[in-house]
Every structure is written in structure tokens, then in C-alpha cells.
């Protein structure tokens, strides 16, 4: 299918970024990645050299997403068409590049408040990628480092800097009763095969954090059943155990950071394919299990 973009990077703002080391290293299985040219830690779960940048501030939430154009032209498309759609980027300087390992980046605001950058030629670490917490690895090649899950009130314009912009497909969309009159709305976007890189959930008020996860993708069913136990151990809340998305498919759990964003760990996720024509309602976010299991 057509692939131009994929997802390179996350920032994080927390008021201590050591608070997180042992949540992503000893319990998710990322690797410390390179810290940034302003020290910052960073975490990678592949060939890159960094994939979630934890900065030091009073956000307690992602502040910038890292969006890679796989060549010039790409870059160029892209910058296009969100100009096009209203959001013209703003060129980055010599030491935004620096900071962020990348050759090229210019950067916007999306409707949800995150600084979106699009960037070129991310750089790779210096070592490859090797977790003994995370064994089989994960699956990143061709379909960035995973996806994250953003909640706006912003939400429909939201959408239009996603698929008119960004250039993002929509995969199929969520419309679940939760209670009566109330409504949960979750569209998921792609582009590349995995089925979502984006996905964004009409929030009917402002929330304290619009980052509501960020997904890791395994190569080994067994990977999530280890990183469970891992998280299981520990005190952190458990919003949803493990059990089965209806929409993609993915066998996966999630766990709350100790920053109060949560993480899902997952496998097995359908694959978008060229004649892709499963853009649908669901009605359910799971076909089994993902109970809450534990407050935090
Ligand atoms: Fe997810």
C-alpha cells in the first residue's frame, strides 16, 4: 500500500523524568536510548535511536509527536498538503535537528494541542536493538515505533488536520453506548499497514492529559504475556487486563504510567492491505476481555 509516512517519535513533558525509568525499562522492556543534545532520556524499541523523549516540565503530557517522511519527496507532499489544509509549517532551526537526530523538520500545532513535526532521515542508534525483556522484539519495520491515541474536544478538527492534512487514512471508527446518552467516538487512522498510527477520541470535555496512550507492538504473543506479569507486579493501575480489540484485532493490555497516560502493550494487529474496504463501524472496543483490573 502507499507509504510515505510512519511515526518516529514521541515527547513526553513529566515533572521528573526519572520517575518513568523503571515503568519503560524494567516493565514495558524498552532500552535507554541516546539522551538529546539537552540531555533529556530517551527510549528506543528498535534501530532508531530514540523513540519517546522524556523532557523535564509541568506539561504531564506528550507535548510533540515526530511524524517521518520516508523521502524528500514525501516531505514535501506532506508539507504541501497541510499548508493546504490551513496548517503551515514553520521551518525547524540547526539545533531543533540536532536535538531531535534528524536531517530535516519543520513543525505545526495540531487541533489537540500537540506539536506535530514532521522530520527526515531519523537517525539510527549506534547499537541494535536487544531488550532480554522483550525477546522476540518489536514490530516497527515499515510501520513506525507504534501508535498513539489522542482525546480533544477538538475533535472534528482534529480529524481534518489528520486526513486532509497529515494525509492519513481513516481504518474503520468506534461508536460505543458507555452509558445511556453517552456516547464513546474513536476514529483510527493509518499510513502504512499497521492499522492504525493515529487514533483520536472525541473528548465531551477537556481532560487532564490528551495523551491517552501510546502502543508498542510485539513480534511474540508470549512477549505480552511476560510485559502483563511485569506490570501485574508492580502497583500501577491496570485499566484494561488482557483481552482482544473487535476493530484490529490486537491481543494486548494496558498498564498506567506512573504519569497517569497509560501504555498498551499488544500483538498480532491486522494489517491494512491496497484494497483495504473495512472502513466501518464497531460498536465494541473488544470482542473479549480488557476489564479493568486494577485502579491505580
Ligand atoms: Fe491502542
Redesign the pocket.
Known amino acids: 500500500m502507499r507509504h510515505e509516512i510512519e511515526l518516529a517519535y514521541l515527547g513526553i513533558e513529566v515533572p521528573d523524568p526519572t520517575d518513568l525509568t523503571p515503568f519503560f525499562g524494567e516493565v514495558i522492556g524498552l532500552e535507554p536510548g541516546e539522551p538529546t543534545g539537552s540531555g533529556a532520556p530517551t527510549w528506543r524499541n528498535d534501530a532508531k535511536s530514540r523513540r519517546l523523549v522524556i523532557e523535564r516540565g509541568a506539561a504531564n503530557d506528550a507535548t510533540y509527536l515526530g511524524i517521518e517522511a520516508l523521502d524528500a519527496a514525501a516531505f514535501d507532499q506532506v508539507s504541501d498538503r497541510l499548508a493546504a489544509a490551513g496548517f503551515p509549517l514553520t521551518p525547524g532551526t540547526e539545533d531543533d535537528r540536532a536535538e531531535r537526530g534528524v536531517a530535516r523538520l519543520a513543525r505545526t500545532v495540531a487541533p489537540w494541542g500537540v506539536s506535530v513535526e514532521l522530520v527526515g532521515g531519523l537517525e539510527d542508534a549506534a547499537t541494535p536493538f536487544s531488550s532480554p525483556l522483550m525477546p522476540g522484539g518489536f514490530l516497527t519495520e515499515g510501520v513506525g515505533f507504534g ?1 498513539v ?1 489522542f482525546a480533544t474536544t477538538a475533535f472534528d478538527e482534529s480529524h481534518a488536520f489528520v486526513v486532509d492534512g497529515l494525509g492519513l487514512a481513516q481504518s474503520d471508527w468506534l461508536e460505543m453506548e458507555l452509558a445511556p446518552g453517552i456516547v464513546l467516538e474513536v476514529r483510527f487512522y493509518h499510513c502504512n499497514e499497521r492499522h ?1 498510527t493515529l ?1 483520536l477520541a472525541r473528548a465531551p470535555f477537556d481532560l487532564p492529559q490528551v495523551l491517552h ?1 501510546v ?1 508498542f507492538e510485539t513480534k511474540d504473543r508470549d512477549d505480552v504475556g511476560a510485559a502483563f506479569d511485569r506490570a501485574w507486579a508492580t502497583d500501577l493501575g491496570i485499566p484494561n487486563g488482557l483481552g482482544r ?1 473487535d476493530n484490529d484485532g ?1 491481543f ?1 493490555f494496558y498498564v498506567a504510567s506512573p504519569a497517569g497516560f497509560q501504555v ?1 502493550v ?1 500483538f498480532g494487529a491486522r494489517v491494512i492491505t491496497d484494497d483495504w474496504d473495512d472502513n466501518r463501524r464497531y460498536d465494541r472496543i473488544s470482542s473479549w476481555g480488557h476489564q479493568p483490573l486494577r485502579q491505580p
Do not use: K, R
Open positions: 501508535h491515541v492504525h487514533a496512550h502502543m480489540h490486537t494486548s498498551e499488544g
